[in-house]
């Protein structure tokens, strides 16, 4: 009774089940990177982006104001204001001091409405900010370094896509990455689709000597690791002038791509309609207009499906552009490269990470759900007749 209608079977649930915990598995990161990238850094440092909408508690360092604002009264210094107002740096908005301390080594030495007394200076904070330090000595320009432990409410900020995008610092600038990327990847995925849609019609449905030769190297071409002809093909690269720049990278995507890329079209190309293709011939159809005008079009699936895996290889590619994209000046530099120089010099500043990596990976997730329907069509094409 397994099999009765409008019954599904405990295998549907647990595929249906398991369907599910990949998507979340995958949703859950890229969720998480996309609200990061809106966070200051205190924010980051202090609570996980699942809380990115509830305060949180942050220990910041701030300053009081310093000589040019103090004011001497019976022979002492006397500076007032609100920490959460006179230093840039501090958090805005409704920010409640629970501890406060002068010191590195005990931040929460004491609570809101004490007063710390450090030889011969004394400073009182209030729980909404406010402050009095009094000092006999003049105090200095920069003020009295305060460490504040408060309750910070959510801040989502637009600083970090700024900063990545339009910044003129090439060390944090991610645009000239950006259109580096695109240079790269846009001519390196219609290469490959345009040489290997004329293979496969070859293979699919042309007699010619050795056909059964060249589609079984297409098939061992799959399972060759691109590692071992990264070598030889710099060498060749380099000796024909063309290894330090995008032709040497679009090329090397192209060989790279094309076995797949054949793989898959050819399979599609083979489960076509016999008829159609011998109707065209009796009309007098050439094969060059029988591939342009029936063959393409009825493939758009499968070009598709290749299109996206082409795409998003290459955009998300360093390997290749390591070795191929020689250039010393950055101007060349793409976005994965990019984003390693940002570990190397931007390591604690996780907010700007986050932003420069959700920026490489926003253009390949609209291309893929963009296309998406067209992948599974494309990928199963061939497999049943």
Request: glycine fraction near 10%; aromatic fraction near 12%; proline fraction near 5%.
């Amino acid at each position: 009774m397994d099999n009765v209608v409008g019954r599904k079977s405990g295998l549907t649930w647990a595929v249906h089940i398991s369907v599910a915990l990949l998507v979340m598995l995958w949703l859950f990161p890229t969720v998480g990177l996309l609200v990061s990238s809106f966070r200051t850094a205190d924010q980051i440092s202090a609570s996980g982006w699942w809380a990115s909408l509830f305060p949180a508690e942050q220990t910041v360092q701030v300053r009081t104001g310093g000589a040019d604002v103090a004011r001497q009264e019976g022979g002492v210094w006397i500076v007032e204001g609100n920490l959460f107002v006179d230093d840039p740096a501090a958090p805005k908005g409704d920010v409640s001091v629970e501890s406060f301390g002068v010191s590195s080594r005990d931040v929460s030495a004491f609570g809101p409405g004490e007063t710390a007394e450090f030889g011969e200076e004394t400073l009182t904070v209030n729980e909404d900010g406010s402050y009095r330090y009094t000092s006999v000595e003049e105090p200095g320009g920069r003020g009295q370094r305060v460490f504040v432990t408060a309750e910070v409410p959510p801040d989502f900020t637009l600083a970090n896509y700024r900063q990545v995008l339009f910044s003129g610092n090439s060390t944090d600038s991610m645009a000239k990455a950006f259109f580096n990327t695109l240079t790269v990847t846009v001519p390196a995925t219609i290469i490959p689709i345009v040489i290997a849609a004329f293979a496969a019609y070859a293979l699919a449905w042309m007699d010619f000597p050795g056909r059964a030769v060249l589609i079984a190297c297409v098939v061992g071409l799959l399972v060759v690791p691109l590692q071992l002809a990264l070598i030889p093909l710099l060498k060749l690269h380099l000796g024909i002038g063309i290894g330090k720049g995008y032709l040497g990278v679009w090329l090397a995507h192209t060989g790279f791509g094309l076995p797949l890329a054949i793989y898959l079209l050819r399979n599609y190309m083979v489960g076509l309609p016999r008829d159609i293709i011998e109707n065209a011939k009796v009309d007098g159809a050439t094969d060059f207009q029988i591939f342009t005008r029936i063959i393409l079009p009825l493939s758009f699936p499968a070009l598709a499906s290749f299109a996206i895996f082409q795409f998003l290889w290459t955009w998300n590619d360093l390997l290749v552009a390591k070795v191929f994209l020689i250039d010393a000046t950055g101007e060349t530099t793409v976005m994965t490269n990019q984003i390693v120089e940002l570990l190397g010099t931007r390591g604690g500043n996780w907010e700007i990470l986050a932003t420069a990596a959700f920026v490489s990976i926003a253009v390949p997730l609209v291309v893929f759900f963009a296309m998406q329907r067209y992948l599974v069509r494309g990928l199963l094409a061939g497999s049943v007749k």
